[in-house]
C-alpha cells in the first residue's frame, strides 16, 4: 500500500511542499553567504592595496588583511561543503518524492484492477443463476419476468452498475435492470455480444461512452450456457465508471497534482476533473513510453526552470483471472 498519509491523516504532499519551502530557504541563505563571503574578499584584497601603499605605516593592516582574506578562503570552502551536501538533501528529496508518486500510481491501479475484477466475477457468477438460464431455455411471460425481478435487484443492490442486460442467442434484449427502452432492441451487431459468441467465455471492453446508458462505462459480458453445455445467450453489465473516479479523488495529492488513468493508446480515460477523460493525450511522456515498454512501476524527474515535475507511473498487473487492458496510472505533481 503507498504511504500517502500518516495515522493521523497528514497528507504528505503538504509536507514535502513544506520540506521544499524550508530547502529554499536553506539554498538561498547559502547563496548570500557565499555573495557577503565574496564581498569580504574583495574588501581584503582592496585593504592589501592600501596597507603596501602605506608602507611601514600599513604593516600591520596588512596582516589584518590577509587573516580576513584567509577567514574569508576557509568560509568559502566551508559553503562549497554545505552546497554539496544542500544538493545532495535535494537529489535524495526529489527521488523520494518520485517513490512515493510511482507507490501512489501502483496502490491506485491496484485497487481499480481489485475493483474490476469483482465485476469480471460477477457477470460469470449471474450467468449461472438458474432462473436467468431459464429464462432463455424456456422463454415465456412466466420465466421472462423471474429473471427480470433478478435482473432489477442485482442493479438495486450492487449499485456499481448503470445497467444489466439479459439477451437471447438472437441478439434481442429480453430483460433490463433500469433501460427498460432496451427491451426488445437488437444488439445483435454489438461487439460485446458477438465477441462473447466467438470466443464462448467471459468478455470486457476497453472504457467507452455509452449513448444509451449516457454515460462512461465498462461491458462485463458472459455467455449463459445451459446444463448441456449449449450457449442461450448473453448477460451483460453496463460498470458505472464513476466509482473508478471516487478512488482517484481519495488520493492525497497537493494542489498541482494530478492523476491520470491511461489507456494503451495514451489517452486519458479517467482524471479528478472529468472534463479531460477522452480528451487529454499523455502518448508524448516520458510516463507512458515507460509503460508502453512494459515497465511495471517507476518515476522520473523534469525540471524547466524554476520548476521541478515530479511523475509516476504504475501499469496495470491485472488480478488473478482478470488481466486487465493493458491500461496505466500517471501521477504528476510539481514542487
Same mark, same amino acid.
Given at each position: ?22 530547502? #529554499? ?9 557565499? #555573495?557577503?563571503?565574496?564581498? @569580504? ?32 578562503? +576557509? ?5 562549497? !561543503? ?5 544538493? +545532495? ?5 526529489? #527521488? ?34 438458474? +432462473? ?32 444489466? !442486460? ?5 441478439? @434481442? ?23 462473447? !459468441? ?19 462505462? @465498462? ?117
Amino acid at each position: 500500500m503507498a504511504l500517502t498519509s500518516d495515522k493521523s491523516g497528514t497528507n504528505l504532499s503538504v509536507v514535502f511542499d513544506s520540506l521544499i519551502a524550508d530547502y #529554499n530557504v536553506l539554498h538561498k541563505s547559502l547563496n548570500d553567504i557565499y #555573495n557577503e563571503s565574496q564581498n @569580504i574578499r574583495i574588501l581584503s584584497f582592496n585593504s592589501s592595496i592600501e596597507a603596501a601603499r602605506a608602507g611601514e605605516a600599513g604593516k600591520g593592516f596588512r596582516v589584518i588583511a590577509n587573516e580576513i582574506k584567509r577567514i574569508s578562503e +576557509k568560509n568559502d570552502s566551508e559553503n562549497r !561543503l554545505c552546497q554539496e551536501v544542500v544538493n +545532495k538533501i535535494e537529489n535524495e528529496m526529489f #527521488n523520494l518524492i518520485g517513490i512515493r508518486t510511482a507507490e501512489m500510481a501502483f496502490d491506485i491501479i491496484d485497487k481499480i484492477d481489485r475493483n474490476l475484477f469483482e465485476r469480471y466475477c460477477d457477470v460469470q457468477a449471474w450467468a449461472t443463476f438458474g +432462473k436467468i438460464i431459464e429464462c432463455l431455455h424456456s422463454p415465456c411471460d412466466k420465466t421472462q419476468n423471474e429473471a427480470q425481478d433478478i435482473i432489477e435487484n442485482l442493479v438495486r443492490i450492487y449499485e456499481v452498475y448503470h445497467d444489466v !442486460l439479459l439477451v437471447n442467442l438472437e441478439g @434481442i434484449v429480453v430483460c433490463a435492470g433500469v433501460h427498460k427502452n432496451l427491451l426488445g432492441t437488437s444488439v445483435a451487431g454489438k461487439s460485446w455480444f458477438s465477441d462473447v !459468441l466467438s470466443e464462448k467465455q467471459a468478455t470486457y471492453s476497453d472504457m467507452y461512452f455509452s449513448p444509451s446508458m449516457g454515460d462512461w462505462t @465498462i461491458s462485463y459480458s458472459s455467455p449463459v450456457v445451459s446444463a448441456s453445455g449449449e450457449i442461450l445467450g448473453v448477460i451483460s453489465t453496463r460498470f458505472n465508471w464513476n466509482f473508478i473516479l471516487e478512488i482517484m479523488k481519495s488520493a492525497q495529492l497537493s494542489d498541482t497534482g494530478r492523476i491520470y488513468v491511461v489507456n494503451s493508446k495514451g489517452l486519458v480515460i479517467a482524471s479528478r476533473v472529468k472534463e479531460e477523460i477522452g480528451k487529454v493525450d499523455l502518448k508524448s511522456t516520458e510516463a507512458f513510453k515507460a509503460v508502453s515498454g512494459n515497465r511495471k512501476i517507476g518515476y522520473y524527474n523534469e525540471k524547466t526552470g524554476s520548476e521541478n515535475r515530479v511523475w509516476g507511473y504504475a501499469l496495470t498487473p491485472g488480478y488473478n483471472s482478470y488481466k486487465g487492458k493493458s491500461w496505466s496510472v500517471v501521477v504528476t505533481e510539481i514542487y
